[in-house]
């Protein structure tokens, strides 16, 4: 057993209750007694220790013990313990232990995030593409846990490329095995994270307009019919918020095909707060139809579906980082909503 603990606590609640009707003298005698127990262990079964212990004449102790024995149990080796102040030991015995090991492990993971980190949106960006299958076993998993490829206990860093998405049980069960399993979709799934592009330096003179030359299309008039089709608060509905994209922004590329991994991740974004109906993603597409760059007009470049929905890429652009030629004051989407009521 590890170090003896100083102190212990006492339910006064409950000792004023189990001692109610008890002389002072008893409540003492009893007090010197517990106290005795935590510090050397059982008492001895001897009339005489016992008194010298509570301090108090043998012949009185030998009366008060008639009421104190019911507070104490017999040993195997003829002492006497007190089962409640036991339990209270075992459990800061316990509760030690368990801080040295909690301990221990954030030490490490201090040292693994010296070594290096990760963001929200990576981890996002490798479980859209882990596609609710996990990379070791192939089985089908909705929830992942976060891997170290090499365990942080191995010197393994918290970096994105140490980090592998797994199921609960190949998680728990592969031990000090460092295979990774998730290398090539890691680095797909980083890739396709990174924007290919930067947005471009605010133009001198200011235009504080998007409606010079961009090809915007104007809310309520060529999309208010699909609008009108559905508004689903769980079911993301792919087809129709492809139609949609196609019908608001037909200068970027067409959708060929919509693979599983896109539908994890349009289905990511469905899935978020204010964003499971089609008067959202209308008004998503109209406002990425004012941004110059996204729509082809600065570079020879133009956002797909699929980059527009990527996690990093979603939240710059209803930002508004790709919309520096409008506005400031309404910049962001929800700032150019407002705008528009
Ligand atoms: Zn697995």
């Not at 030490?107 to 010296?114: G, P, S």
């Not at 070594?115 to 909705?142: F, Q, S």
Request: net charge positive.
């Amino acid at each position: 057993m590890s170090k003896k603990s100083p102190a212990f606590q006492l339910y006064a609640a409950d000792f004023f209750m189990d001692t109610i009707g008890w002389t002072n003298e008893e409540v003492g005698a009893y007090v010197r007694l517990l106290l005795y127990s935590w510090v050397n262990g059982p008492l001895p079964n001897d009339m005489k220790e016992l008194s010298s212990i509570a301090q108090c004449g043998v012949k009185k102790f030998a009366n008060n013990w008639k009421k104190l024995q019911t507070k104490f149990t017999p040993t195997g080796e003829g002492k006497y313990i007190n089962l409640r102040l036991e339990e209270t030991r075992d459990e800061q015995v316990a509760w030690r232990e368990k801080s040295k090991i909690g301990g221990k492990r954030s030490a490490r993971m201090r040292e693994a995030r010296k070594k290096g980190t990760h963001t929200d949106a990576e981890w996002i960006a490798l479980v859209e593409m882990a596609n609710y299958k996990c990379p070791r076993c192939k089985r089908k998993v909705v929830h992942f846990d976060k891997d170290r490829v090499m365990p942080v206990y191995q010197g393994g860093s918290d970096s994105i490329q140490n980090i592998q998405p797994l199921c609960a049980k190949c998680n728990s069960q592969k031990g000090p095995e460092n295979t990774d399993h998730f290398k090539k979709q890691r680095t797909m799934a980083l890739r396709e994270l990174q924007p290919p592009l930067q947005p471009p330096l605010q133009p001198k003179g200011n235009p504080s307009s998007s409606s010079s030359s961009s090809p915007s299309v104007e809310l309520d008039t060529n999309v208010s019919n699909i609008a009108k089709v559905s508004k689903s608060n769980s079911h993301c509905p792919h087809e129709k918020i492809i139609e949609l994209y196609h019908k608001t922004l037909p200068m970027c590329p067409q959708v060929r095909t919509w693979p599983d991994h896109l539908k994890t991740i349009l289905r990511s974004r469905w899935k978020t707060k204010n964003q499971d109906s089609i008067e959202f993603w209308e008004r998503f597409f109209v406002y990425v139809s004012h941004s110059k760059w996204l729509t082809g007009q600065v570079k020879d470049w133009c956002a797909n579906l699929e980059w527009l929905i990527r996690p990093t890429n979603f939240t710059k652009i209803s930002n508004g980082s790709y919309h520096l030629n409008m506005n400031k004051t309404y910049k962001s989407m929800e700032g150019w909503i407002d705008a528009q009521r």
